[in-house]
């Protein structure tokens, strides 16, 4: 047997709305007001995972 580091990576996802003079300056608020925890994301926030082994399978290392 051998030893594998793998990583799980969730993803979460929530869509505010904000008023602003452009795009830039919505992305800057909204990221001061997450910083500030005015946004919390929660397992409701939920949209994926993914799994990665940090060496992958590939020649001699794939075993069946």
């Given at each position: 047997m051998k030893t594998?580091?793998?990583?799980?990576t969730e993803k979460l996802q929530m869509?505010?709305?904000?008023e602003a003079?452009?795009?830039c300056a919505a992305e800057r608020l909204v990221e001061q007001r997450w910083v500030?925890?005015?946004y919390i994301?929660?397992?409701?926030?939920?949209k994926g995972v993914s799994f990665t082994?940090?060496?992958?399978c590939r020649g001699r290392d794939?075993?069946?």
């Open positions: 594998f580091k793998v990583n799980i869509t505010v709305e904000v003079a452009d795009r500030d925890g005015e994301l929660d397992a409701d926030h939920f082994v940090e060496r992958p794939y075993e069946r």
